[in-house]
Protein backbone atom coordinates (compact mmCIF):
# COMPACT_ATOMS: atom_id res chain seq x y z
CA UNK A 1 0.00 0.00 0.00
CA UNK A 2 1.65 3.67 -1.26
CA UNK A 3 0.44 6.62 0.36
CA UNK A 4 2.10 10.27 -0.03
CA UNK A 5 5.42 11.11 2.11
CA UNK A 6 4.05 14.64 0.95
CA UNK A 7 1.02 17.09 0.27
CA UNK A 8 0.81 20.22 -0.82
CA UNK A 9 -1.41 21.81 1.19
CA UNK A 10 -2.25 24.83 -0.13
CA UNK A 11 -3.87 28.05 0.56
CA UNK A 12 -6.23 28.14 -2.66
CA UNK A 13 -5.60 30.81 -5.19
CA UNK A 14 -2.23 30.95 -3.96
CA UNK A 15 -0.22 28.84 -6.60
CA UNK A 16 -0.80 25.32 -5.71
CA UNK A 17 -1.44 24.71 -8.92
CA UNK A 18 1.69 26.31 -10.65
CA UNK A 19 3.86 24.11 -7.78
CA UNK A 20 1.94 21.16 -8.58
CA UNK A 21 2.46 21.32 -12.51
CA UNK A 22 6.00 22.75 -11.81
CA UNK A 23 7.10 19.32 -10.33
CA UNK A 24 5.13 16.75 -10.96
CA UNK A 25 7.76 16.24 -13.67
CA UNK A 26 10.91 15.94 -11.82
CA UNK A 27 12.20 12.66 -12.46
CA UNK A 28 12.36 11.63 -9.05
CA UNK A 29 8.62 12.64 -8.05
CA UNK A 30 5.65 11.05 -8.38
CA UNK A 31 2.87 13.57 -7.67
CA UNK A 32 -1.25 12.28 -8.22
CA UNK A 33 -2.38 11.92 -11.88
CA UNK A 34 -5.19 13.74 -11.05
CA UNK A 35 -4.80 17.07 -8.42
CA UNK A 36 -6.96 18.33 -6.21
CA UNK A 37 -7.95 14.99 -4.49
CA UNK A 38 -9.39 16.54 -1.37
CA UNK A 39 -9.22 13.40 -0.01
CA UNK A 40 -8.06 14.03 3.89
CA UNK A 41 -10.93 16.62 3.62
CA UNK A 42 -13.51 14.48 2.65
CA UNK A 43 -13.11 10.45 3.75
CA UNK A 44 -16.17 8.66 4.21
CA UNK A 45 -18.58 11.95 3.61
CA UNK A 46 -20.42 13.99 1.05
CA UNK A 47 -18.42 16.79 -0.31
CA UNK A 48 -21.57 18.65 -2.11
CA UNK A 49 -22.07 22.11 -1.98
CA UNK A 50 -24.78 24.36 -2.51
CA UNK A 51 -23.30 27.32 -4.68
CA UNK A 52 -23.81 28.18 -8.44
CA UNK A 53 -21.84 25.65 -10.34
CA UNK A 54 -20.28 24.11 -7.36
CA UNK A 55 -18.56 21.09 -7.36
CA UNK A 56 -15.50 19.83 -5.17
CA UNK A 57 -13.28 18.49 -8.56
CA UNK A 58 -12.24 15.04 -8.99
CA UNK A 59 -13.17 14.97 -4.82
CA UNK A 60 -12.36 11.08 -3.90
CA UNK A 61 -13.71 10.05 -0.47
CA UNK A 62 -12.72 6.47 0.16
CA UNK A 63 -9.24 4.73 0.79
CA UNK A 64 -9.24 2.40 -2.10
CA UNK A 65 -10.14 4.72 -5.13
CA UNK A 66 -7.40 6.91 -3.11
CA UNK A 67 -4.75 4.47 -3.51
CA UNK A 68 -5.22 3.55 -6.78
CA UNK A 69 -4.05 6.78 -7.86
CA UNK A 70 -0.29 5.62 -6.42
CA UNK A 71 -0.38 2.15 -7.89
CA UNK A 72 1.76 3.09 -10.75
CA UNK A 73 4.65 4.71 -7.98
CA UNK A 74 7.65 3.17 -8.76
CA UNK A 75 11.21 4.02 -7.20
CA UNK A 76 10.62 7.92 -6.76
CA UNK A 77 11.57 9.06 -3.80
CA UNK A 78 8.69 12.15 -3.20
CA UNK A 79 4.92 10.87 -3.67
CA UNK A 80 2.29 13.78 -3.38
CA UNK A 81 -0.71 15.22 -4.18
CA UNK A 82 -1.96 18.69 -4.15
CA UNK A 83 -5.06 20.07 -2.36
CA UNK A 84 -5.68 23.69 -1.26
CA UNK A 85 -8.92 22.12 0.91
CA UNK A 86 -6.19 20.84 3.31
CA UNK A 87 -5.03 23.92 5.17
CA UNK A 88 -8.42 25.51 4.93
CA UNK A 89 -11.01 22.71 6.02
CA UNK A 90 -10.55 21.62 9.66
CA UNK A 91 -10.90 18.03 9.52
CA UNK A 92 -8.16 17.77 7.04
CA UNK A 93 -5.15 18.01 9.42
CA UNK A 94 -6.45 15.36 11.76
CA UNK A 95 -7.22 12.94 8.96
CA UNK A 96 -3.30 13.53 7.82
CA UNK A 97 -1.99 12.86 11.41
CA UNK A 98 -4.03 9.58 11.39
CA UNK A 99 -3.04 8.00 8.08
CA UNK A 100 0.20 9.36 7.26
CA UNK A 101 1.85 11.45 10.90
CA UNK A 102 5.32 11.34 9.15
CA UNK A 103 4.23 13.33 5.91
CA UNK A 104 6.32 16.64 4.67
CA UNK A 105 4.12 19.37 4.17
CA UNK A 106 4.47 22.47 1.93
CA UNK A 107 2.03 25.39 2.08
CA UNK A 108 1.59 28.45 -0.37
CA UNK A 109 0.23 31.83 1.38
CA UNK A 110 -0.94 34.70 -0.37
CA UNK A 111 -1.60 38.28 0.90
CA UNK A 112 -5.10 37.68 1.96
CA UNK A 113 -6.60 40.15 0.11
CA UNK A 114 -5.27 39.74 -3.16
CA UNK A 115 -6.34 35.78 -2.68
CA UNK A 116 -9.44 37.13 -1.72
CA UNK A 117 -10.04 39.25 -4.70
CA UNK A 118 -8.74 36.23 -7.18
CA UNK A 119 -10.83 33.69 -6.19
CA UNK A 120 -14.02 36.29 -6.61
CA UNK A 121 -12.74 36.93 -9.83
CA UNK A 122 -11.89 32.98 -10.37
CA UNK A 123 -15.63 32.55 -10.03
CA UNK A 124 -16.48 35.17 -12.33
CA UNK A 125 -14.10 34.06 -14.96
CA UNK A 126 -16.36 31.03 -14.91
CA UNK A 127 -19.43 32.42 -14.83
CA UNK A 128 -20.17 31.46 -11.39
CA UNK A 129 -20.30 34.83 -9.38
CA UNK A 130 -23.34 36.65 -10.21
CA UNK A 131 -22.31 39.76 -8.21
CA UNK A 132 -20.81 41.98 -10.27
CA UNK A 133 -19.38 44.12 -7.39
CA UNK A 134 -16.69 42.72 -5.10
CA UNK A 135 -17.70 44.79 -1.90
CA UNK A 136 -21.38 43.34 -2.21
CA UNK A 137 -20.35 39.75 -2.82
CA UNK A 138 -17.80 40.07 0.64
CA UNK A 139 -21.35 41.16 2.12
CA UNK A 140 -23.08 38.22 1.37
CA UNK A 141 -20.18 35.75 2.32
CA UNK A 142 -21.41 34.75 5.90
CA UNK A 143 -25.12 34.08 4.38
CA UNK A 144 -23.26 32.17 1.32
CA UNK A 145 -21.35 30.28 4.03
CA UNK A 146 -24.52 29.37 6.10
CA UNK A 147 -26.38 27.98 3.30
CA UNK A 148 -23.26 26.04 2.61
CA UNK A 149 -21.77 26.85 -0.66
CA UNK A 150 -17.86 25.58 -1.19
CA UNK A 151 -14.93 27.05 -0.16
CA UNK A 152 -13.86 28.67 -3.20
CA UNK A 153 -16.81 31.45 -1.91
CA UNK A 154 -15.43 31.96 1.59
CA UNK A 155 -13.35 35.16 0.17
CA UNK A 156 -12.77 36.36 3.72
CA UNK A 157 -12.56 33.20 5.75
CA UNK A 158 -10.16 31.29 3.52
CA UNK A 159 -7.52 34.44 4.44
CA UNK A 160 -7.51 34.03 7.98
CA UNK A 161 -4.68 31.83 8.07
CA UNK A 162 -3.36 31.64 11.52
CA UNK A 163 -5.04 29.36 13.10
CA UNK A 164 -4.97 27.27 9.82
CA UNK A 165 -1.47 27.02 10.14
CA UNK A 166 -1.67 26.71 14.02
CA UNK A 167 -3.75 23.76 13.47
CA UNK A 168 -1.24 21.86 11.81
CA UNK A 169 1.64 23.27 14.43
CA UNK A 170 -0.47 21.66 17.30
CA UNK A 171 -0.70 18.63 15.74
CA UNK A 172 2.68 18.62 13.91
CA UNK A 173 6.76 18.85 14.40
CA UNK A 174 7.07 22.46 13.11
CA UNK A 175 9.88 21.30 10.47
CA UNK A 176 6.79 18.79 8.88
CA UNK A 177 5.37 22.04 7.50
CA UNK A 178 7.23 24.44 5.07
CA UNK A 179 5.59 27.47 4.26
CA UNK A 180 6.42 29.69 1.34
CA UNK A 181 4.80 33.31 0.54
CA UNK A 182 2.79 33.57 -3.14
CA UNK A 183 4.99 36.66 -4.21
CA UNK A 184 8.09 33.94 -3.50
CA UNK A 185 6.96 31.60 -6.32
CA UNK A 186 5.99 34.50 -8.53
CA UNK A 187 9.06 36.46 -8.56
CA UNK A 188 11.56 34.00 -7.91
CA UNK A 189 10.59 30.63 -8.29
CA UNK A 190 13.37 29.17 -8.88
CA UNK A 191 15.14 29.65 -5.91
CA UNK A 192 11.72 28.78 -4.23
CA UNK A 193 11.40 25.16 -6.36
CA UNK A 194 15.39 24.32 -5.22
CA UNK A 195 14.25 24.99 -1.59
CA UNK A 196 11.16 22.76 -2.57
CA UNK A 197 13.43 19.76 -3.66
CA UNK A 198 16.19 19.59 -1.19
CA UNK A 199 13.30 19.52 1.38
CA UNK A 200 11.82 16.78 -0.22
CA UNK A 201 15.30 14.47 -0.68
CA UNK A 202 15.16 14.85 -4.45
CA UNK A 203 17.49 16.62 -6.87
CA UNK A 204 17.67 20.05 -7.56
CA UNK A 205 20.08 20.15 -10.24
CA UNK A 206 17.14 19.39 -12.29
CA UNK A 207 14.46 22.65 -13.17
CA UNK A 208 10.91 22.91 -15.10
CA UNK A 209 9.48 25.59 -17.45
CA UNK A 210 8.19 28.29 -15.17
CA UNK A 211 7.04 30.46 -17.97
CA UNK A 212 3.67 29.57 -17.67
CA UNK A 213 1.40 30.41 -14.93
CA UNK A 214 -1.94 27.83 -14.47
CA UNK A 215 -5.21 28.91 -13.22
CA UNK A 216 -5.33 32.95 -13.59
CA UNK A 217 -8.33 34.51 -12.59
CA UNK A 218 -9.72 37.29 -14.49
CA UNK A 219 -12.32 38.89 -16.93
CA UNK A 220 -12.56 36.39 -20.41
CA UNK A 221 -11.69 39.41 -23.40
CA UNK A 222 -13.85 36.83 -24.99
CA UNK A 223 -16.79 34.81 -23.38
CA UNK A 224 -16.93 32.90 -26.82
CA UNK A 225 -13.54 31.68 -26.64
CA UNK A 226 -13.48 31.01 -22.97
CA UNK A 227 -16.57 28.82 -23.63
CA UNK A 228 -15.46 27.23 -26.84
CA UNK A 229 -11.38 26.52 -24.46
CA UNK A 230 -13.57 25.05 -21.49
CA UNK A 231 -15.55 22.58 -24.15
CA UNK A 232 -13.07 21.87 -26.02
CA UNK A 233 -9.96 21.32 -23.58
CA UNK A 234 -11.89 20.34 -20.37
CA UNK A 235 -14.98 18.33 -21.61
CA UNK A 236 -15.12 14.57 -22.71
CA UNK A 237 -14.82 15.00 -26.55
CA UNK A 238 -13.43 13.71 -29.92
CA UNK A 239 -10.27 16.43 -30.31
CA UNK A 240 -9.43 15.78 -26.64
CA UNK A 241 -9.65 12.27 -26.43
CA UNK A 242 -7.17 12.22 -30.00
CA UNK A 243 -4.89 14.85 -28.34
CA UNK A 244 -4.16 12.62 -25.69
CA UNK A 245 -2.67 9.86 -27.40
CA UNK A 246 -0.54 12.12 -30.31
CA UNK A 247 0.49 15.01 -28.20
CA UNK A 248 2.72 14.54 -24.50
CA UNK A 249 0.27 15.80 -21.22
CA UNK A 250 2.80 18.27 -20.74
CA UNK A 251 2.49 20.04 -24.15
CA UNK A 252 -1.45 19.97 -23.86
CA UNK A 253 -1.42 21.68 -20.85
CA UNK A 254 1.16 24.18 -21.49
CA UNK A 255 -1.06 25.11 -24.92
CA UNK A 256 -4.13 25.24 -22.70
CA UNK A 257 -2.94 27.09 -20.51
CA UNK A 258 -1.37 29.74 -22.44
CA UNK A 259 -4.43 30.13 -24.88
CA UNK A 260 -6.70 30.55 -21.52
CA UNK A 261 -4.53 33.13 -19.85
CA UNK A 262 -4.03 35.12 -23.18
CA UNK A 263 -7.88 35.58 -23.40
CA UNK A 264 -8.07 37.02 -19.53
CA UNK A 265 -7.97 40.57 -18.60
CA UNK A 266 -7.70 41.93 -15.15
CA UNK A 267 -10.13 44.15 -13.44
CA UNK A 268 -8.74 46.16 -10.71
CA UNK A 269 -10.13 46.01 -7.03
CA UNK A 270 -11.42 49.21 -5.59
CA UNK A 271 -9.40 50.97 -3.61
CA UNK A 272 -12.10 51.19 -0.71
CA UNK A 273 -12.92 47.99 -0.85
CA UNK A 274 -8.95 46.90 -0.19
CA UNK A 275 -8.54 49.05 2.08
CA UNK A 276 -11.50 47.74 4.40
CA UNK A 277 -10.08 43.89 3.46
CA UNK A 278 -6.28 45.55 4.87
CA UNK A 279 -7.73 46.33 8.16
CA UNK A 280 -9.77 43.23 8.19
CA UNK A 281 -6.93 40.93 8.29
CA UNK A 282 -4.49 43.20 10.19
CA UNK A 283 -5.43 41.24 13.41
CA UNK A 284 -4.65 37.86 11.66
CA UNK A 285 -1.63 38.93 9.48
CA UNK A 286 0.15 39.98 12.82
CA UNK A 287 -0.29 37.08 14.86
CA UNK A 288 0.16 34.97 11.46
CA UNK A 289 3.71 36.83 10.93
CA UNK A 290 4.75 35.74 14.66
CA UNK A 291 3.30 32.22 14.63
CA UNK A 292 5.48 31.76 11.16
CA UNK A 293 8.33 34.08 11.78
CA UNK A 294 7.98 36.03 8.63
CA UNK A 295 7.80 39.74 8.30
CA UNK A 296 4.21 40.05 6.87
CA UNK A 297 4.16 43.72 7.35
CA UNK A 298 4.39 44.70 2.95
CA UNK A 299 0.80 42.62 3.45
CA UNK A 300 -0.72 45.25 5.23
CA UNK A 301 0.07 48.19 2.90
Known sequence: MTLPNFLIIGAAKSGTSALYHYIR??????????????????????????????TIPGAITQ????????????????????????????RASERIKFHIPDVRMVGILRNPVDRAYSAYMHLIRDGREPISDFGQALRLEEERVRLNWGPIWHYTRGGLYF????????????????IYLHEELDQTPELVLKDVFNYLGVSDSWMPDVSVRPNVSGVPKS?????????????????????????????????????????????????????????FFREDVEKLAVLIGRDLSHWLE
Do not use: C
Not at 33 to 45: G, I, N, Q, W
Not at 66 to 90: H, R
Open 25 to 54: RHPEIYMSPRKETHFFAFEDSDPGTNGPGD
Open 63 to 90: MDEYLKLFQNVKDEKAIGEASPTYIYLP
Open 163 to 178: EQVKRYYDLFEKDQLR
Open 223 to 279: ARLHSFMHSLFLKPNLVKSVSRKVVPEYVRWRLTTQLRTMNMTKRPMSPKVRNELVE
